[in-house]
Nanobody, 123 residues
Framework: QVQLVESGGGWVQAGGSLRLSCAAS????????MGWFRQAPGKEREFVAG????????YYADSVKGRFTISRDNANKMVYLQMNSLKPEETAVYYC????????????????WGQGTQVTVSS
């Protein structure tokens, strides 16, 4: 069983930065694809970024390319999301997710989800 625990959310002004962290436990971490989704009130869950297991290729939603960076530390079973130039419309609960090896953008195809961390961006 994989457990994912997010941290690093909070309040920030528009244009500011936050770094989210996700601590994983359970299965062989290096084989897992890791990712971040977000969900704003009244909206569907949205893929934000992902990083593959083994080859560690990275993938981003078009809306965050150039501003967000996903990274992983296999030795410590951590994944990070550096978010820069945040916008008010990016206010949401951000979830850390994992699945075997490959990154996909559909929420239902991710096996494990953390509890989420709130990110609030004020204008």
């Amino acid at each position: 069983q994989v457990q994912l625990v997010e941290s690093g959310g909070g309040w920030v002004q528009a244009g500011g930065s936050l770094r989210l962290s996700c601590a994983a436990s359970g299965l062989t971490f290096s084989n897992l694809a890791m990712g971040w989704f977000r969900q704003a009130p009244g909206k569907e869950r949205e893929f934000v970024a992902g990083i593959g297991g083994i080859r560690t290729s990275t993938y981003y939603a078009d809306s965050v390319k150039g501003r967000f960076t996903i990274s992983r530390d296999n030795a410590n079973k951590m994944v990070y999301l550096q978010m820069n130039s945040l916008k008010p419309e990016e206010t949401a609960v951000y979830y850390c997710v994992s699945r075997p090896v490959l990154v996909v953008t559909t929420a239902n195809d991710w096996n494990y989800w953390g509890q989420g961390t709130q990110v609030t961006v004020s204008s």
